[in-house]
């Protein structure tokens, strides 16, 4: 009986420095039985990666040309010869600058003549 007197009596010294160190964060833990086992897995479920999205694929729309007209000249404007311009004598001014003359257009020649 003595034994257990002693035994208890230790283990009381013992919890009681136990309890002096709660402060430092310690923890113990005592276990006393068997394995306890679980009718769920240990492991974690496996991940099942979802199907990948479905492609949809529209058929290109169908290529329309569309016609334009051919490009039509300012009626004022006299056509172009090589070599020559034409000066409007109402504006004062050649034709690249001036697009229409109230008057007619008379042409120059682009080249002074040579002098001698």
């Known amino acids: 009986m003595n034994?257990?007197?002693a035994?208890?009596?230790l283990a009381l010294i013992a919890?009681?420095?136990v309890t002096a160190n709660?402060?430092?964060w310690a923890r113990v833990?005592?276990?006393v039985g068997g394995p306890v086992y679980y009718p769920y897995p240990v492991a974690p479920?496996?991940?099942y990666y979802y199907p990948p999205p479905p492609v949809v694929v529209q058929p290109a729309a169908p290529v329309q040309y569309v016609e334009q007209g051919q490009p039509v000249a300012d009626p004022g404007a006299p056509a172009q010869?090589?070599?020559m311009w034409y000066y409007c004598d109402s504006a004062r001014a050649y034709y690249p600058y001036v697009k229409q003359c109230s008057g007619a257009w008379r042409p120059v020649p682009a080249t002074p003549p040579p002098s001698n």
Request: avoid cysteine; proline fraction near 10%; charge should be positive.
């Open 15 to 17: 919890s009681a420095g």
């Open 81 to 83: 010869q090589p070599g």
């Open 7 to 9: 035994f208890i009596a």
């Open 3 to 5: 034994r257990l007197k």
């Open 29 to 31: 833990g005592v276990w």
């Open 22 to 24: 709660a402060y430092a």
């Open 45 to 47: 479920a496996p991940y």
